[in-house]
């Protein structure tokens, strides 16, 4: 079973998870704040610390700014200096290609994976809000289709600058004084729709060959890309019913069905489920603490989200009863998959706005006792629903500690997972194949025939 | 006296550094590498670790890629996982404003500030080789002027995005729920000429204000960049001779005269000039150890530099005679005040090719016992012609290690250097105040008026 520890907020999973008795906001930009974490989710045996990251203050309703946790340390400047004081865990950065070059990225990427000899990876983003563009000099972020596509050019342009260095191409011969052999450097040459990049990169190929690529989209197109390009495919899970564990074993086949077209096995990408579970030691101590912190989320605030994810102001209508239209996914341009998931809420009862805010905006919140959460991860993971999950904590540190105190020694004794990092890489621990070199072979393939 | 350690190739302040015997070219990836040179740099006192940087592998000539050391870990994720090693050293981040966004480094900055409690530093370059613009989507690199034009832009950008956050704007108040006062966060709202942008940023202001701004720009616009916006200038030295200390005290005259015009007074710039000593217990073993790192360059590696430096290809002229032809200044898009040092080289003396590439390629090597070079470093400081030194290495660590060794206790004892950091951030010990928010004083000016 392959575990994330999720870090959405740098609080916890909940916008309002700062507001936690336990959480020491003080420390939202301490190195040592984050140096705990990571300890202690390395001492849990998480394959990897999966840092979310946007590229603004939401700031279109007065709360996103009174209200909500709207800082975050950047992720390469956060995740490097992590490397440092952890030995095993890998570090997940959530870069957007829409607002960035591929040449930074790869070679950040690769600088990381260097330095962290070996443990990064990459949550592929595509971003969006308007307030982001606005930061980049645009009026209003980019089509969602237009996003894919230049997704999709943005990592075959990373890849092909990860590869412009072969794996020996580096000879460091004092002697003769040849730095590099000139045969095993590349020239990308990519001209594209959306990027001209010549390369190469002025790093070596990082130790995994590539970072692992990871990505959450749940859409059409995002599912398309997850099958192509991704190894780590963070899905959303709809409820915790029977209802929900049919919805997500249908979302892994599905997204595992695309794989053959493009040449990949199954086992090649890992699906891991969003999940916060609220661990107690009855299970009415869990709800209590789940009530608790639903609780520290203002109403307006929470309202003002619903607005934010259906694309409209709804804060003029009752709250005691139903929103009186049904927003139109075909025209929506954030995330298509947290729309759908609001509108299924809709569709399936009769939610009051109140009930709806509450519901659509405190998602992912599963209260049990260790042995519950257990029982619940144990089933997705061997009924096909997911190769692993990706742990939310409703607050920081205390949330993960819970975790890993009481969840993990219990999936460690049903033999569900690892009990000692065995992997040298991310990559090893993962269970994926270190890439082929795409020079390389184009070389071997061109020896053959001359 | 400032005294920063400057890391101008991985391996030392020669394109050929990585080829001396002591130098562990392996490690030019290897995080302990860098580690042990910084913990070095920090036991010497040094102000700030100066890391250099490009965005391209120099490839516009085959030794380029053969002989030139052409891999370089990212500055932010390099620096930061360095910020975790070290308590007192500042930090300095080479960073384009030609081939990035204004938002992306304002967050990175400051981020690395918070990390490393008030340690950054920002190199501003402005990039300058057509290889660069080939991995940023462009064939040639922006012309002088609109690169300096751009530059003014991003960092006043950036420096509003640092003031979008005033210094008591977040709250944390988990009783009423505010996480940050409205009224003091700001929206920056700019519509420039490159950029628009709108902020706030997602990270509060940095603990020095702004993250300490360095440039190393020698051309007319860069001392008129350097005098309204830089806090450490980093400048060339022509000579070891009494002609150069003239030249470097008319430069030191000429920036800091300058900066009154922007209000400023002249303490509030730093400038330190580049120098590479070769530090023997004998002047005759310095000389020695000069010889033997300019030997390790191959003479095509020379030439090439040479022709790269001048803008066009000399390789077919006769080595054993001088240029037969003058270049063009006014015409040029790269380092003007590169190609100025060697039109002084070629006009001062009759130099034959060979002489030519060795000198320009080979310069800032003072040769000398540990108190020839405290005595030069000494008459510059007092002779204002510096107010501190950027201090290159012939290799890494060997070099720094002999500068700490023998040269900082000279330097001490003399009571021209610190022997203990006094100040808790950079700008602290460099005795640079920390910057007003722009938006407080606006404020108050409201505030007196209404």
Not at 387 to 407: E, K, M, T
Request: hydrophobic fraction near 35%; charged fraction near 25%; avoid cysteine.
């Amino acid at each position: 079973m392959v575990l994330g520890a999720m870090m959405f907020f740098p609080s916890g999973g909940h916008i309002s998870s700062w507001r936690h008795p336990d959480v020491d906001a003080k420390g939202l930009l301490d190195f040592n704040y984050y140096k705990q974490i990571l300890q202690t989710a390395e001492r849990g045996k998480f394959d990897m610390f999966f840092y979310a990251d946007e590229l603004y203050v939401w700031d279109r309703f007065e709360t996103g700014i009174s209200h909500a946790n709207s800082i975050r340390p950047e992720p390469f400047t956060l995740l490097s200096a992590l490397a440092v004081v952890t030995e095993h865990i890998g570090l997940a950065a959530t870069v957007s290609t829409t607002y960035n070059e591929p040449y930074h990225i790869a070679r950040k990427l690769a600088t990381l994976d260097h330095l962290s000899n070996g443990r990064a990876a990459w949550n592929i983003v595509t971003s969006q809000a308007d307030e982001e563009a606005r930061n980049f000099s645009r009026d209003k972020h980019l089509e969602h289709s237009k996003r894919y596509e230049r997704a999709v050019e943005f990592v075959d342009v990373t890849q092909g600058l990860w590869d412009s260095w072969e794996d020996d191409a580096l000879l460091l011969d004092k002697e003769s004084g040849y730095f590099a052999d000139k045969d095993k450097l590349h020239n990308i040459q990519h001209k594209g729709t959306h990027f001209q990049v010549q390369g190469p990169l002025n790093v070596t190929r990082p130790p995994q060959g590539y970072p692992v690529l990871a990505q959450a989209g749940a859409s059409e197109s995002g599912k398309e890309v997850a099958a192509e390009k991704a190894e780590v495919v963070f899905a959303p899970i709809h409820s915790f019913d029977a209802e929900g564990l049919l919805a997500g074993q249908q979302l892994y086949e599905d997204i595992k069905g695309r794989m053959a077209k493009y040449g990949r096995s199954r086992d090649e990408l890992k699906i891991i489920p969003g999940i916060m579970p609220i661990i107690g030691q009855t299970e009415e101590e869990a709800k209590e603490k789940l009530a608790a912190i639903e609780s520290l989320l203002p109403e307006q605030l929470g309202l003002d989200l619903l607005s934010h994810y259906l694309g409209q102001d709804i804060s003029s209508y009752p709250l005691d009863e139903p929103l009186p239209f049904r927003p139109d996914l075909s025209q929506f341009n954030q995330s298509k998959s947290a729309l759908e998931r609001i509108l299924e809420m809709m569709d399936k009862e009769q939610l009051t706005l109140r009930q709806l805010y509450q519901r659509s905006t405190n998602r992912r919140g599963l209260a049990g006792t260790p042995v519950q959460i257990a029982d619940f991860l144990e089933e997705w993971f061997l009924k096909g629903a997911a190769d692993g999950f990706n742990i939310q904590f409703s607050h920081l540190p205390g949330g993960l500690d819970d975790f890993v105190n009481l969840v993990v020694p219990e999936l460690q004794r049903r033999g569900v997972f690892r009990t000692e990092y065995t992997g040298g890489t991310l990559r090893d621990n993962l269970g994926l194949k270190r890439p082929d070199n795409r020079y390389v072979s184009v070389r071997a393939d061109h020896l053959a025939h001359s």
